[in-house]
C-alpha cells in the first residue's frame, strides 16, 4: 500500500461479542482493514463436535449468517479488506459459505483461505516421542479431539500480498490477524522484529474488543455510555507507533489506564511474550494521551521468535454439570452450604446403588458470601441472600443425570428460602486443554485463493532470543521512608488499576500505578510474597512479579490457580476475571500526606 497511515478496527473479541462492532466501524471508524477473534481453546472442540456432524460446518458461522451479512455491501463500497480467524477448523466451508453469501448479494469477493494449522495427523508420532504438556507435564491423552498450531502473521500477509479482500484463517495467535495486515500495508520483513513486536502488540490491543475502549475497566463508573460503546481502532504508523481510539460519537473510554490494562491482559513475562514471528519485550513501552479518547503507543522492543509453534489440544475427560438455587433469609450462607453437602451425600448413595463410581471432583461454591473469591478476607458472613454453585465432574453421564434430577427437590425439603431453580440442569463433556510445543518445521502453511496454492515460508532455523536484562532493571527509586510520618492504610485500588486474565491454569494480574510517583510504594507492598499470601487461598502454585516500568506497572503470574483453568475447573470464575478485583482490596499503608484516606474508614496507623 502507498498510505503511511492504516486504521485497522477490531469488531470481535470472541465467539459471542456483540453484533454491532462490525456495522459501527464499517460506517463510522474510517477504516482500511477490519479484524475479528473468534476463538478460544473451548470453541475448537466445539466447532470440531459440530463438523463431525456435517461437513459444512465447523466454524464461527455467525461470522457469515450475522456480521457479513449485514456488513458485506458496505465493506465492498468502502474497500474495506477483512482478516478473520473465524474458520475455525473449517476455514474452507466458511470460504464457501461467504462465497455463496456474497453471489446472493451480487457482489464479486476474492476470499482467500490459510491452512496448515491442523496437526491432528501427527499425534500418533507425537504421542511415541512423548510429548509433554505445557504446564503439567502430563502425557498425550489418548483421546484427542483438536490439535491446532497457534500460526504467525506470515500467511496472512502473503493472502494480502495476493490481493484477497478476504482472508480466513484457523487456529492462529489472536494478534496475528493485525500483525499481518500491518505486514502487507508497510511491507515489514520478518526479520523486521521491532516492527514486528509494535504490530503485535497493536493487534494485542484490539485482539478483546471493547476491552480497550473501557471495557472491565478498573474506574468502571468513568466510562460513558455502556450501551452504545465504541469498537477499538487502530491508526498505525509505518514506523510502527500506533495510535489508539475508537469510532467519534461513540461510548467508552479510551485513555492511558485503559491500554495499559488491555497491555498487560494475559501476557505473562511482559519481557519475553512468546509469539511465532516475534518474542516481544513491553517493558519500555510509553503511553501518552494524544487527544479525546487517542492514545500514543510506542516502545515495543523485538527479538527473533522461537522454533516452535504453541499447539493447543483438547481432549474429552468425562462430564460435568453446575446447578444453582439461590437461598433467602437468616443464615443463608450456611443454609446454602448444608444444602449443597446434602445433594452430595444423596447422590453418592444413589450412584452405590446403581453400581456407578463416585464423582471425579465436586464444588460448592456459596456465591454472595464472599466465601469462593475472598477466603479469609471476606465481610459478609451474615449475607442474607447467596446462590448456591454446585459443579460436579464424573467419568459417566447417567451418573450425573441422577445429580441433575436431585437438585430440584431442595426446594421443599431442606432449608426454608430455596428458589431460583431454573428446570434441571444439563450434564455435558467436560472437555480440557493439552498445549504442547511443535517444531515449526513439520508444519507447512499455506494459502488457497481461486483455485490457486501459494505455500508459505516460516523461518525455522533460528533460536529463541532472550532479552538482555536492561528491559526491566530500570525500575523505580526506593519507597518512601515510612517510619517518621503519620501513616494511614487504603485499599489498592486508591493507588494503582488492575485486570486480569488467563492461561490454562495460571491467572495473570497487571498491576498499574494511578502516579507514576506511587510505583516505588507498590512495589515494595507488593512483593511476591503478599500477593502470594493473600491469594493463598486461590493460588496453589507460585507467584513471580514483573517489572514494567515504562507504564509504571507490574505483572503477577499466578500458577495453579484457577482449579484447573477453562473447562477443567469448577469455579465459578474458571478464567480468573475476578482476581485483579481481588487483589484491589489488598490493604496499603501509604503516607497521611497523601491524602487517600476517605471519612469512615478506620483510624490512621502510627509507624
Not at 451479512?69 to 473465524?86: D, F
Not at 495510535?243 to 461513540?250: D, E, I, M, Y
Not at 503519620?486 to 493507588?495: H, Q, S, T, Y
Not at 478464567?575 to 481481588?582: F, V
Amino acid at each position: 500500500m502507498d498510505k503511511d497511515v492504516v486504521r485497522i478496527g477490531g469488531a470481535s473479541g470472541f465467539w459471542g461479542d456483540s453484533s454491532v462492532g462490525a456495522p459501527q466501524l464499517v460506517a463510522h471508524g474510517d477504516i482500511d482493514f477490519l479484524v475479528f477473534d473468534y476463538l478460544a481453546e473451548l470453541t475448537m472442540s466445539i466447532l470440531a463436535a459440530a463438523r463431525s456432524k456435517n461437513p459444512d460446518l465447523g466454524y464461527a458461522t455467525d461470522f457469515v449468517t450475522v456480521t457479513m451479512k449485514s456488513v458485506l455491501r458496505e465493506v465492498m463500497a468502502r474497500n474495506i479488506r477483512v482478516v478473520t480467524n473465524a474458520g475455525g477448523v473449517n476455514p474452507q466451508a466458511c470460504a464457501r459459505a461467504l462465497a455463496a453469501l456474497a453471489a446472493e448479494q451480487g457482489q464479486s469477493l476474492r476470499i482467500a483461505v490459510v491452512t496448515g494449522d491442523d496437526v491432528t495427523h501427527l499425534l500418533p508420532a507425537l504421542r511415541d516421542e512423548g510429548v509433554r504438556e505445557l504446564q503439567s507435564g502430563a502425557a498425550l491423552p489418548e483421546r484427542v479431539l483438536t490439535a491446532n498450531a497457534y500460526l504467525g502473521a506470515l500467511p496472512v500477509k502473503r493472502a494480502l500480498d495476493e490481493g484477497a479482500q478476504v482472508v480466513i484463517t484457523g487456529r492462529c495467535v489472536d494478534s496475528a490477524v493485525t500483525l499481518g495486515t500491518l505486514m502487507h500495508a508497510f511491507g515489514w520483513a520478518a526479520d523486521a522484529y521491532d516492527l514486528l513486536a509494535q504490530g503485535s502488540l497493536a493487534g494485542h490491543i484490539i485482539e478483546c474488543g471493547c476491552q480497550a475502549t473501557g471495557g472491565l475497566h478498573t474506574d468502571w463508573e468513568s466510562v460513558p455510555d455502556w450501551p452504545h460503546i465504541g469498537y477499538p481502532v487502530i491508526e498505525c504508523h509505518r514506523d510502527g507507533s500506533f495510535v489508539a481510539t475508537k469510532p467519534a460519537g461513540t461510548g467508552g473510554l479510551v485513555n492511558t489506564a485503559v491500554i495499559a490494562e488491555q497491555m498487560l491482559y494475559e501476557i505473562g513475562d511482559p519481557q519475553r511474550y512468546l509469539l511465532p514471528d516475534v518474542t516481544c519485550d513491553f517493558t519500555r513501552v510509553t503511553l501518552e494521551e494524544a487527544g479525546e479518547h487517542r492514545v500514543s503507543v510506542r516502545g515495543a522492543r523485538g527479538l527473533a521468535p522461537g522454533p516452535a509453534y504453541k499447539v493447543s489440544s483438547t481432549y474429552l475427560d468425562g462430564f460435568r454439570c453446575t446447578a444453582q438455587l439461590t437461598v433467602v433469609g437468616i443464615a443463608a450462607a450456611a443454609k446454602a452450604r448444608r444444602t449443597g453437602e446434602a445433594i452430595l451425600t444423596r447422590t453418592r448413595e444413589l450412584f452405590a446403588q446403581l453400581g456407578l463410581g463416585d464423582y471425579s471432583r465436586t464444588h460448592i461454591e456459596v456465591l454472595g458470601s464472599e466465601a469462593g473469591n475472598f477466603g479469609p478476607h471476606a465481610r459478609t458472613a451474615d449475607v442474607r441472600e447467596v446462590v448456591l454453585h454446585l459443579a460436579v465432574m464424573h467419568p459417566q453421564k447417567a451418573a450425573l443425570e441422577v445429580f441433575a434430577r436431585e437438585i430440584a427437590p431442595a426446594g421443599t425439603s431442606w432449608s426454608p428460602g430455596t428458589t431460583g431453580a431454573a428446570g434441571r440442569p444439563s450434564p455435558s463433556p467436560c472437555i480440557r486443554q493439552f498445549a504442547f510445543l511443535l517444531d515449526k518445521s513439520r508444519l507447512a502453511p499455506e494459502v488457497q485463493m481461486d483455485g490457486q496454492v501459494w505455500p508459505v515460508a516460516v523461518p525455522v532455523d533460528g533460536t529463541l532470543a532472550m532479552p538482555t536484562a536492561d528491559g526491566a532493571s530500570a525500575v523505580a527509586p526506593p519507597a518512601p521512608d515510612l517510619s517518621a510520618q503519620a501513616v494511614v492504610e487504603v485499599p489498592l485500588v486508591r493507588l494503582a488499576f488492575a485486570r486480569s486474565g488467563d492461561k490454562g491454569d495460571s491467572s495473570n494480574i497487571g498491576v498499574i500505578a494511578r502516579r507514576a510517583e506511587w510505583l516505588p510504594l507498590l512495589r515494595a507492598t507488593l512483593t511476591e510474597e503478599r500477593v502470594a499470601g493473600w491469594l493463598a487461598h486461590l493460588v496453589k502454585g507460585s507467584v513471580t512479579r514483573f517489572d514494567v516500568p515504562g507504564i509504571h506497572a507490574m505483572n503477577f503470574l499466578c500458577t495453579q490457580a484457577l482449579d484447573g483453568g477453562g473447562m477443567g475447573s469448577l469455579r465459578n470464575d474458571p478464567l480468573g476475571k475476578g482476581m485483579a478485583q481481588i487483589l484491589l482490596n489488598l490493604p496499603v499503608r501509604v503516607p497521611q500526606a497523601w491524602g487517600l484516606h476517605q471519612p469512615g474508614e478506620p483510624a490512621a496507623n502510627r509507624p
